[in-house]
């Protein structure tokens, strides 16, 4: 494995070591909301995520079909889980 092939993943892997610094930094973050510290939190989660699936994972060379075939399982909790946050919202209002 030749030097230039080596770097976009050493890149991946300072992105991921500075998003985990950043949610140490979140959290430790005097008087922020708790809603902000979750959402903050859950961004840079997907985010890492992301980096994993399309970088170590490979998906980032692939077909189209193929990356949609990985990304809607990806996708459907978090779209689930949004359905749900605002169903409950929607209970709530007068």
């Not at 030749?2 to 892997?13: G, L, Q």
């Not at 610094?21 to 992301?50: Q, R």
């Amino acid at each position: 494995m030749s030097a230039h092939s080596r770097k976009p993943y050493f890149v991946v892997f300072v992105a991921l070591a500075i998003m985990t610094v950043a949610e140490v930094a979140v959290v430790k973050v005097p008087g922020i909301a708790h809603g902000m510290l979750i959402s903050s939190l859950v961004l840079l989660a997907l985010a890492k995520a992301g980096l994993v699936l399309f970088y170590f994972m490979h998906l980032a060379g692939e077909a189209r079909a193929l990356k949609l075939t990985v990304l809607t399982p990806f996708l459907l909790p978090a779209m689930y889980a949004f359905v749900l946050i605002a169903e409950a919202a929607w209970r709530f209002l007068p």
